[in-house]
T-cell receptor
C-alpha cells in the first residue's frame, strides 16, 4: 500500500539556521502531497501542499517541491525561528481522500 | 464557522469501560474522517463517512470500535471494553466531497488506566 517515510528526529537547530526535513513516498498513481504541522497541545494544521509533479508548495517561509522522479517532497526553510518548534508530518492523499502520514519529525529551535 | 470541534479534549477511563467521543465537522463539509495517533507516530486512518454513509473502515477498527454519523452532521466514535492499547489521540477531520478544505479538530486524548 501507499506509504510515507520521513527523516527521523528529533532535529535541533539554532535560530536562523537552514532547515531540511526529508520525505519520500511510495504510491501507485499520482498522489497529492502535504506537510502538516502540530504545535504542542494543538491539532494538525496544513502547512503547505502540492498536487502534481514539479509543483512547489509554500507558506510561512517553508517550501517543498513535488519531485516525481525521486518520489520526494522535502520540507525546507532558509531561516528558522523559535516559533517553528513543532512536530512536522509529511502526508499523501489519493483516491478516497484518505491521508497517509509519515511518522513525524520533532523540530526544536533554540534561541 | 468555528472549524472542527471534538469533545471531550481529554478522557481518562479504566480498562474495560466504554467511552464515546463526539466530532462536529465544518457545517458545509459532507465528508468526515476519524484517525488515531499514538505517541511518536503519525495519525492512522480509521474510517470515513460521506454524509451518513460509512464508506471505508480500516483493519485497525476492531469490532470493539463503532462509528456513526446518524444525520450526516456530527459523528460519534465508541470504544467498548477499552484496553490499554487504545490509549491514543483520536482525531477527527472533515472536507467537502472533492477533499477541499481538509481540516482537523484538536483531538480527544484517551488514557486507559
Amino acid at each position: 500500500g501507499d506509504s510515507v517515510t520521513q527523516m527521523e528526529g528529533p532535529v535541533t537547530l539554532s535560530e536562523e539556521a537552514c532547515l531540511t526535513i526529508n520525505c519520500t513516498y511510495t504510491a501507485t498513481g499520482y498522489p497529492s502531497l502535504f506537510w502538516y504541522v502540530q504545535y504542542p497541545g494543538e491539532g494538525l494544521q496544513l502547512l503547505l501542499k502540492a498536487t502534481k509533479a514539479d509543483d512547489k508548495g509554500s507558506n510561512k517561509g517553508f517550501e517543498a517541491t513535488y519531485r516525481k522522479e525521486t518520489t520526494s517532497f522535502h520540507l525546507e526553510k532558509g531561516s528558522v525561528q523559535v516559533s517553528d518548534s513543532a512536530v512536522y508530518f509529511c502526508a499523501l492523499i489519493q483516491g478516497a481522500q484518505k491521508l497517509v502520514f509519515g511518522q513525524g519529525t520533532r523540530l526544536t529551535i533554540n534561541p | 464557522d468555528t472549524g472542527v470541534s471534538q469533545d471531550p479534549r481529554h478522557k481518562i477511563t479504566k480498562r474495560g469501560q466504554n467511552v464515546t467521543f463526539r466530532c462536529d465537522p465544518i457545517s458545509e463539509h459532507n465528508r468526515l474522517y476519524w484517525y488515531r495517533q499514538t505517541l511518536g507516530q503519525g495519525p492512522e486512518f480509521l474510517t470515513y463517512f460521506q454524509n451518513e454513509a460509512q464508506l471505508e473502515k480500516s483493519r485497525l477498527l476492531s469490532d470493539r470500535f463503532s462509528a456513526e454519523r446518524p444525520k450526516g452532521s456530527f459523528s460519534t466514535l465508541e470504544i467498548q471494553r477499552t484496553e490499554q492499547g487504545d490509549s491514543a489521540m483520536y482525531l477527527c477531520a472533515s472536507s467537502d466531497r472533492q477533499g477541499t478544505g481538509y481540516t482537523f479538530g484538536s483531538g480527544t486524548r484517551l488514557t486507559v488506566v
